[in-house]
Each structure stands twice: as structure tokens, then as C-alpha cells.
């Protein structure tokens, strides 16, 4: 059987790899691409992996090449479940090192705004005539409606 989780390995709802789990039978093996791909944490993949051996289930992972089978594979589980979590901790931090980077710069992350302070004046004003529909306004600003109520709210006429 093959089982593929839709979502990320540190998400602690991983409804596919439940199921899988439940599946294994002794004397199966479970094989996993890579091993961050299993655990959320190192001590998550331990506690995973011992679970597995315990019920008579192997365990392998094809792009580190590990084989619980023997005590060696068990040895060489444990130095690259170490090494998972320790690349994902560096990740970690050169993300929020990056991130700390851009906000001192200024950056703010996101995308750029639809409108500036000026087109929001402009378009309240247009706004206020009640001739002018809002589509019409929409359209000149090169934006939908629902960005311009989102930049403009509820503009009533004088």
C-alpha cells in the first residue's frame, strides 16, 4: 500500500500516516522517502520507529538508506534522525535570521498594496458623487471590487 500525506511532516494532524500505521502488520516494512518526512521532531521519529519495532515492523528510509533490521540500521537511524532535526533547526533559524534581516532593512513581508494612500483619497472622492458606480471606479484603478471596499469601506454620498 501507499500512503501519501498531503500536508507538512511537522503538522501534528497526519490523518494518512495514522492510517498506515494502523495498517502494519508484523513482519511488514515501512518505507518512508526521507526520515524528516515521518517525524515532527526527533523525539516524535524515535518514539514512531520504537513503536514500529515493538509491534514487529521494520522501518526504511530510501534516501538515507537505513534498515531497522539490524543493530547497525538502528545505530544509523538514530545518527540521521539526529541530523534531520538539527537541519531543520538550522532551517529554522536562517529563516528568522533572514526575516529579523529584511525588517531591519525596512521589508515587511506580504505582497505590495493594490493602492496607495493617494488612489484611496482619490477613490473615496470619486466615490461620493452618486453618479459614479463603483465597478466603473474598480475598473479605472485596475482593481476588483473587493479590493477597493477592503482599501475604501462603505463611502456614502454627501
Known amino acids: 500500500m501507499i500512503y501519501e500525506e498531503a500536508v507538512s511532516g511537522k503538522n501534528a494532524a497526519r490523518p494518512e500516516l495514522n492510517q498506515c500505521r494502523k495498517a502494519l502488520r508484523e513482519g511488514d ?22 513503536d514500529l519495532e515493538q509491534r514487529g515492523v521494520h522501518f526504511e ?12 540500521g538502528k545505530l544509523q537511524f ?4 539526529a541530523l534531520a532535526e538539527f537541519e531543520r533547526s538550522l532551517i529554522r533559524e536562517r529563516t528568522q535570521a533572514g526575516l529579523a534581516a529584511a525588517r531591519a532593512r525596512g521589508r515587511l513581508g506580504g505582497r505590495k498594496p493594490k493602492l496607495d494612500d493617494r488612489q484611496v483619497r482619490e477613490i473615496k472622492a470619486l466615490l461620493r458623487d452618486p453618479d459614479i458606480q463603483v465597478a466603473e471606479v474598480a475598473r479605472r484603478y485596475g482593481v476588483s471590487r473587493t479590493t477597493l471596499y477592503k482599501y475604501v469601506g462603505v463611502v456614502t454620498p454627501r
Open 29 to 50: 516494512t515501512l518505507v518512508v522517502w526521507r526520515l524528516d518526512r515521518l517525524g515532527r521532531s526527533l523525539p516524535d521519529l524515535v518514539t514512531i520507529v520504537a
Open 61 to 72: 528510509s530510501l534516501t538515507e538508506q537505513i534498515e531497522t533490521g539490524s543493530a547497525a
Open 78 to 81: 538514530h545518527v540521521f534522525a
